[in-house]
């Protein structure tokens, strides 16, 4: 029985990097005594995937793993089961069985959606006004955004408008409860063409002159998506359904 996990990483936990969540998860899905299934062979490991991996510092709303089961209670009974033995910092907003078929959250991933904004205490480059008349200028007006995009092997320019799929202003509340400012996207991400928010809020400041401090920002992934069969980008929870009583696989 195959089940999606969709959790939030916010608080400290934003500092700790993708292997060691793993590993975190690993142990908190033995210690919330989750029916897991293991591989076979000589060295059996839980039956385990991540969607997506999440940068260091980036807080998320939305990430997504993938486990086996040989049997499992509740929706509601595993999510509580879960975040009993979750630190500050994680936190578990819904389990589902996917429907047949259906495929690993890491290889239909098509697009995240992102609020990045000016971090408390920090000196925004920008006045909120300013990002609004500023995107038509950069994104709306123009056809071709030519970045250049840096991989471990080498770099290479790209087209990034058509991978951005919508950007906005935005306007929030902070890590801290205070109100904050900055951008919203909507950005292709996965496989295909895995566009990444400071990219294009580092190449947004030098089209108008601005410098860009990375540090000064904070991003949150609000939610990553997949195409469903009618071409529209769904959550990935959308391919499960709530499990009400308990099952066997």
């Given at each position: 029985?195959?089940?999606?996990?969709?959790?939030?990483?916010?608080?400290?936990?934003?500092?700790?990097?993708?292997?060691?969540?793993?590993?975190?998860?690993?142990?908190?899905?033995?210690?919330?005594?989750?029916?897991?299934?293991?591989?076979?062979?000589?060295?059996?490991?839980?039956?385990?995937?991540?969607?997506?991996?999440?940068?260091?510092?980036?807080?998320?709303?939305?990430?997504?793993?993938?486990?086996?089961?040989?049997?499992?209670?509740?929706?509601?009974?595993?999510?509580?089961?879960?975040?009993?033995?979750?630190?500050?910092?994680?936190?578990?907003?819904?389990?589902?069985?996917?429907?047949?078929?259906?495929?690993?959250?890491?290889?239909?991933?098509?697009?995240?959606?992102?609020?990045?904004?000016?971090?408390?205490?920090?000196?925004?480059?920008?006045?909120?006004?300013?990002?609004?008349?500023?995107?038509?200028?950069?994104?709306?007006?123009?056809?071709?955004?030519?970045?250049?995009?840096?991989?471990?092997?080498?770099?290479?320019?790209?087209?990034?408008?058509?991978?951005i799929f919508s950007f906005d202003s935005y306007e929030g509340t902070g890590e801290s409860g205070s109100h904050v400012y900055g951008f919203h996207f909507l950005l292709s991400a996965g496989s295909e063409e895995n566009i990444k928010p400071e990219l294009i809020?580092?190449?947004?400041?030098?089209?108008?002159?601005?410098?860009?401090?990375?540090?000064?920002?904070?991003?949150?992934?609000?939610?990553?998506?997949?195409?469903?069969?009618?071409?529209?980008?769904?959550?990935?929870?959308?391919?499960?359904?709530?499990?009400?009583?308990?099952?066997?696989?």
């Amino acid at each position: 029985m195959k089940i999606r996990i969709k959790f939030r990483k916010y608080g400290v936990m934003k500092f700790i990097g993708h292997l060691d969540i793993m590993r975190y998860f690993q142990k908190a899905i033995r210690r919330a005594e989750i029916d897991i299934a293991y591989t076979e062979g000589f060295s059996p490991h839980q039956i385990m995937s991540f969607a997506a991996p999440l940068g260091v510092g980036i807080i998320s709303d939305g990430e997504y793993l993938d486990i086996e089961v040989k049997s499992t209670r509740t929706s509601q009974e595993s999510i509580d089961a879960l975040n009993s033995v979750m630190v500050d910092g994680i936190e578990i907003t819904d389990y589902v069985e996917l429907t047949e078929g259906a495929k690993k959250a890491m290889s239909i991933v098509a697009a995240a959606e992102y609020n990045v904004w000016f971090k408390e205490g920090k000196d925004p480059v920008f006045t909120p006004d300013e990002i609004t008349a500023g995107i038509k200028s950069y994104f709306e007006d123009r056809e071709e955004i030519l970045i250049t995009k840096q991989t471990k092997k080498s770099e290479r320019q790209i087209d990034v408008h058509p991978h951005i799929f919508s950007f906005d202003s935005y306007e929030g509340t902070g890590e801290s409860g205070s109100h904050v400012y900055g951008f919203h996207f909507l950005l292709s991400a996965g496989s295909e063409e895995n566009i990444k928010p400071e990219l294009i809020v580092e190449d947004f400041c030098r089209f108008f002159g601005k410098e860009f401090q990375a540090f000064d920002y904070q991003i949150q992934r609000k939610d990553v998506y997949a195409k469903n069969g009618a071409g529209i980008f769904v959550p990935l929870t959308n391919f499960g359904r709530k499990i009400v009583k308990e099952c066997q696989s």
